[in-house]
T-cell receptor
Framework: KNEVEQSPQNLTAQEGEFITINCSYS?????LHWLQQHPGGGIVSLFM???GKKKHGRLIATINIQEKHSSLHITASHPRDSAVYIC?????????FGKGTHLIIQP | EAQVTQNPRYLITVTGKKLTVTCSQN?????MSWYRQDPGLGLRQIYY???????DKGDVPEGYKVSRKEKRNFPLILESPSPNQTSLYFC????????????FGPGTRLTVT
């Protein structure tokens, strides 16, 4: 079973700061998911990436398959970015999740 | 609108009283899965289904049952709930086990007293 580690567990930052969340995993994979869980509890997919970098608005995700590491960056952070960010890796029977990073952006 | 629905959204029950949490998707997805989310432990898979009549255990299946009689529905059954099953539950679906789009239901917050 793949072990998925996220850091930091908690992150509080000021509006406008550049945010980085890290995810590492133990077994080689073909792709990785980043998910966002809103304060109300709902979970949405942000990215699935298998190499290089993907960008969606102010969110950028990168992955290094050889180093078994991915990062999620948020540029010009805003209070509405406050959420739990979860990385997940695919396996034979479904996803294995990191424990999440609880991000709070203060105005 | 593509969606996964769960009912109920909130439930408080007592130990031993059988309950069912329903999950339905309208995207004709083959793969469906149940997860529970607990503080400090993250999301853990309970059961999953690759297709109709095909179900299998995830990481934490004890105390749960599922069925997949129709493609759209994947109910989670707690035959005799216990307090350690107090948790936030999510149903999810996708076109394949590792497809790009993973759709999650809104969650069911269950409290067992």
């Amino acid at each position: 079973k793949n072990e998925v580690e996220q850091s930091p567990q908690n992150l509080t930052a000021q509006e406008g700061e550049f945010i980085t969340i890290n995810c590492s995993y133990s077994v080689g994979i073909s792709a990785l998911h980043w998910l966002q869980q809103h304060p109300g509890g709902g979970i949405v997919s942000l990215f699935m990436l298998s190499s290089g970098k993907k960008k969606h608005g102010r969110l950028i995700a990168t992955i290094n398959i050889q180093e078994k590491h991915s990062s999620l960056h948020i540029t010009a952070s805003h209070p509405r970015d406050s959420a739990v960010y979860i990385c997940a890796v695919p396996g034979a029977d479904g996803l294995t999740f990191g424990k999440g990073t609880h991000l709070i952006i203060q105005p | 609108e593509a969606q996964v629905t769960q009912n109920p959204r909130y439930l408080i029950t007592v130990t031993g009283k059988k309950l069912t949490v329903t999950c339905s998707q309208n995207m004709n997805h083959e793969y469906m899965s149940w997860y529970r989310q607990d503080p400090g432990l993250g999301l853990r898979q309970i059961y999953y289904s690759m297709n109709v009549e095909v179900t299998d255990k995830g990481d934490v299946p004890e105390g749960y049952k599922v069925s997949r009689k129709e493609k759209r529905n994947f109910p989670l059954i707690l035959e005799s709930p216990s307090p350690n099953q107090t948790s936030l539950y999510f149903c999810a679906s996708s076109s394949g086990v590792n497809s790009y789009e993973q759709y999650f239901g809104p969650g069911t917050r269950l409290t067992v007293t």
